[in-house]
C-alpha cells in the first residue's frame, strides 16, 4: 500500500507520497522516477516520504510552501521525531539514493553526499499536517508497470525529438540547395552571358 498526497498551497498542487512500512519503501526506491526527491528525518527512524516534481524542475526550485509540507509530513511520520522540536530533514533527488545488497529492509545510502540537503523543522505544526491528511489517498499501484510506462514514454519524446532534428537538418540541406540553384541560374542570366539577334539575322526558321 501506498499513501498518496495532495500539496495545493501552489497551483498547479504537487503529488507527494510514501510506503505503509519498510518492505514497502524498498519498492519505492527500486522503483522510483528521476522526477521524485526522497525525504527522511535526519538520524532518526521515519517513514519514506517522495516528492514528485515535474519534468525539468530541479531540486533547487522546489516552492518553499511544498517543501515545509514535506518537511512536516516526514516529521509527523517519525515516531521520536513528532515529539520532537527542532529536528533536521534530509531530502535528495531520488537518483541519489543508494542501495546494496548488505543493507538491512529499508535501508539507503547515497552515492553523492554533496547533493543532500537539510531543512530544520522547528515543531510540528497541526493546521499543515491536518490539511494533508485530508489528502490522503491509499492505493495499491503496480509500481514497476507505472515506471516502465513513464520511461516509455520519455522514450518516445526522444525519439520524436531525434526524428525532429534530422527533419530541420534535411530541410536546411534543400534550402541550402535551393539557394544556390537560384544563384547559378541567376549568374547564367546576366546580361553579358546572353545572346541576341542583333546579328540582323531574325528568321525563325529554324532548321
Not at 498542487?13 to 510506503?19: L, S
Not at 539507503?108 to 510540528?124: A, D, W, Y
Not at 542570366?189 to 539575322?201: A, I, L, R, V, Y
Request: proline share 3%; aromatic share 8%; with cysteine.
Amino acid at each position: 500500500m501506498v499513501f498518496y498526497f495532495t500539496s495545493s498551497v501552489v497551483n498547479p498542487p504537487y503529488t507527494i507520497y510514501m510506503g505503509k512500512d519498510k518492505y514497502e519503501n524498498e519498492d519505492l526506491i527500486k522503483y522510483g522516477w528521476p522526477e521524485d526527491v526522497w525525504f527522511h528525518v535526519d538520524k532518526l527512524s521515519s517513514a519514506h516520504v517522495y516528492l514528485r516534481l515535474p519534468k525539468g524542475v530541479a531540486i533547487e526550485f522546489i516552492p518553499k510552501e511544498v517543501l515545509i509540507d514535506c518537511a512536516q509530513l516526514v516529521k509527523n511520520n517519525s515516531i521520536q521525531g513528532c515529539k520532537m522540536n527542532n529536528i533536521n530533514v534530509v531530502y535528495t533527488p531520488w537518483a541519489n539514493l543508494k542501495k546494496t545488497g548488505d543493507m538491512d529492509v529499508g535501508q539507503i545510502g547515497f552515492h553523492r553526499q554533496k547533493e543532500v540537503k537539510l531543512v530544520l523543522v522547528e515543531k510540528k505544526v497541526n493546521e499543515i499536517v491536518n490539511r494533508l491528511e485530508k489528502t490522503k489517498d491509499e492505493r495499491y499501484p503496480d509500481l514497476a508497470a507505472e515506471k516502465e510506462s513513464r520511461d516509455r514514454e520519455e522514450r518516445n519524446e526522444k525519439k520524436a525529438q531525434i526524428q525532429e532534428v534530422k527533419r530541420k537538418e534535411k530541410e536546411e540541406v534543400k534550402n541550402r540547395k535551393d539557394a544556390e540553384d537560384l544563384r547559378s541560374y541567376s549568374s547564367l542570366m546576366t546580361d553579358d552571358k546572353m545572346t541576341t539577334n542583333e546579328d540582323g539575322n531574325d528568321s525563325d526558321d529554324f532548321m
